[in-house]
Every structure is written in structure tokens, then in C-alpha cells.
């Protein structure tokens, strides 16, 4: 009995491991990311598209609803369990005033400034060449 529970905890160790920490190169992690923001995959990630993943992602870390993303909210969200680096990355880049939280304003107002930096045609969507991914090089 002893035995099958330590191999069930050492199955579920590994396993839970490599479900919790993918490991993407810089290349599988543009696409999977693409993938997630081209919510209609035709190839182009529009605008409209782009907010809806933002909303979305906000929504997923703003644990208690409050319109405001804490360290332990980012610390405890599934988006940082997953994906750390990039995770801290985006919660850095939103922190427009440096205050240690990002409100719902600062992550459109800084996701803004993103989208228009990477649309480098201006035309209001953003191709697989256009699409930058936060701290590209963390992943490498
Ligand atoms: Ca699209
Ligand atoms: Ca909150
Ligand atoms: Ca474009």
C-alpha cells in the first residue's frame, strides 16, 4: 500500500511537472501564442481580437474581480504557474506608474502601446512576422 501511494506520488511529481512547465523554444511559444490571440485562426490577429485575449487574460489573473492585479494575484494566477518568465514580463511592462499593481487601465493603456509598436503597417492587425512576443529571449 505504501509502495503504490510513494509510485502514485512520484507518477503525479512528473507528470505535474512537465504539464506545469512546457517547455517552448522561442519559436513553439510565438505560435502558441499566436494561436491564442487568433481567436478565428485566419492567420491575423486583429485589434478586436488582440483586446478580447487581454480582457480575457486580465480577467484570468484579477483572482478577486477588483479590477486590480496584485503580486500574489500574479504569483497565484495559472497564467504565472505556466508560463513564469513571460508572465512576469507582461506584469513589468503593464506596471506603467511603477506602483507594484496593475490596474485594468494601465494593462489596456500599455497593451495599447504594444499593438501599435508591433503593427508595423499600421493597417490595425497584426501577421505571424508583425506579432512580438514579451522577452522573446527568456524562452531561448
Ligand atoms: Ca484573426
Ligand atoms: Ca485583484
Ligand atoms: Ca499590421
Redesign the pocket.
Known amino acids: 500500500m505504501l509502495k503504490i501511494a510513494l509510485l502514485l506520488t512520484l507518477l503525479l511529481g512528473i507528470s505535474g511537472c512537465s504539464l506545469l512547465k512546457p517547455h517552448y523554444n522561442a519559436q513553439q511559444m510565438h505560435s502558441y501564442l499566436f494561436n491564442k490571440?487568433?481567436?478565428?485562426?485566419?492567420?491575423?490577429?486583429?485589434k478586436e481580437?488582440y483586446f478580447d485575449f487581454i480582457e480575457y487574460r486580465f480577467d484570468q489573473m484579477d483572482l478577486d474581480g477588483d479590477g486590480i492585479i496584485t503580486k500574489e494575484e500574479l504569483y497565484n494566477s495559472r497564467f504565472y504557474t505556466y508560463l513564469p518568465a513571460l508572465a512576469q514580463a507582461v506584469f513589468r511592462d503593464s506596471d506603467l506608474d511603477k506602483s507594484g499593481t496593475v490596474t485594468y487601465k494601465e494593462m489596456v493603456k500599455s497593451e495599447e502601446i504594444r499593438f501599435s509598436q508591433m503593427d508595423r503597417d499600421q493597417d490595425g492587425?497584426l501577421t505571424p512576422e508583425e506579432f512580438m512576443v514579451n522577452n522573446m529571449d527568456e524562452f531561448i
Open positions: 490571440f487568433d481567436e478565428d485562426g485566419d492567420g491575423l490577429i486583429t481580437e492587425a
